[in-house]
């Protein structure tokens, strides 16, 4: 489905897509009970921008459902992770940093930092970046 198609669809599916993860931050702002400056919604993925952004543009797209880390991905879910990117990409285009380049970086586990054990991919741009990484 294309992603404009998707993003019309998303707003009344949303809630019955969730898993009821009751204590996890991102699960609460895919349901809306926690504010997010949300940047895209479809009936399975959900971006926002990231409270403390580490570029001029910093948005976090994640699924809806519950998945803690790219370690929890199963054969089921792998489109997902496609779809995920896709957002990344279009949401790239949309914000302007297209052109001149951004970063799609998913943090796994203590030594990545990843700080809310539920899977998102970070889509950072508008300056320009190191490598390696820190
Ligand atoms: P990670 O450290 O890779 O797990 O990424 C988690 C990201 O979530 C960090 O960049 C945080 O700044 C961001 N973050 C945490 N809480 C919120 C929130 N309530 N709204 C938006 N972004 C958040
Ligand atoms: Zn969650």
Request: aromatic content about 4%; some cysteine; glycine content about 10%.
């Amino acid at each position: 489905m294309p992603l404009q198609e998707a993003r019309g669809r998303g707003a009344n599916s949303v809630a019955a897509e969730v898993k009821p993860v009751e204590d996890c931050l991102f699960c609460k702002i895919a349901r809306g009970e926690l504010p997010a400056n949300v940047a895209y919604r479809d009936d399975g993925v959900v971006a926002f921008h990231d409270l403390n952004p580490q570029a001029p543009v910093h948005v976090l797209v994640m699924p809806i459902r519950h998945i803690e880390s790219l370690l929890a991905l199963g054969e089921g879910n792998l489109e997902l992770v496609g779809r995920l990117h896709a957002v990344a990409a279009q949401l790239a285009r949309e914000l302007g940093v297209a052109e001149r380049g951004f970063r799609v970086v998913i943090n796994t586990n203590r030594e990545a930092g990843q700080s809310v054990p539920h899977l998102h991919v970070h889509l950072l741009g508008g300056r320009a970046m190191g490598w390696p990484p820190g």
